[in-house]
């Protein structure tokens, strides 16, 4: 059988024959994890010239994997590369968040929290943001303990953002004196 990589570089070896901009090579499962939680996936679609538009979305929908899924429902939300599906680009969060995707439960939970895409809902949000922060999503447990600073969620929960907190490690001196 041929893989998508053989057949990505058979483009490439033919691309460089005719001088012709060469094809993109697919990110791999850590890269773009990375990526997202850089926050940069969807410029880097865009920087590469949105020629992997159909592999991102077999990843997502045939592969059903949690970083593409995350990454496809971004490009679907915000128009990157495809049209614009709000409903069908919060439903591959949700998929991606469903299988544990750190990133996509903080980014649900921020939406909920601040009614982005979808209607706001506190409840919805402390779901979702508590649990990115078990999986240790600073962001997450961040905007969780704003919440529960606000009055949202359990006093059952707050131990466990206080040590979530406490036990994190970060350089920047700023980020540190706000945990």
Known sequence: SVSLWSV??????????????????????????ALINKNVHLQRVKADDC???????ARANKMALPSYQFL??????????????????VYYMRQAANQGLAAALEQLGRYYDVGQLVQKDKTMAVTYLREASAQGNLKAQLRLVKLFND????PR????AYR????????????????
């Open 8 to 33: 990505s570089l058979s483009i490439y070896s033919n691309t460089l024959a005719d001088e012709s901009p060469a094809a993109v090579p697919l990110y791999t499962e850590s890269e773009l994890i």
């Open 151 to 154: 009055g949202y969620g359990s």
């Open 72 to 89: 496809y429902g971004d490009m679907l939300a915000y128009a990157v590369c495809v049209d614009r599906n709000v409903e069908l680009g």
């Open 51 to 57: 020629q992997l538009v159909q592999d991102i979305e």
């Open 157 to 160: 929960d707050y131990e466990d």
């Open 164 to 179: 979530w907190l406490f036990h994190s490690m970060v350089a920047d001196q700023a980020m540190h004196k706000k945990i």
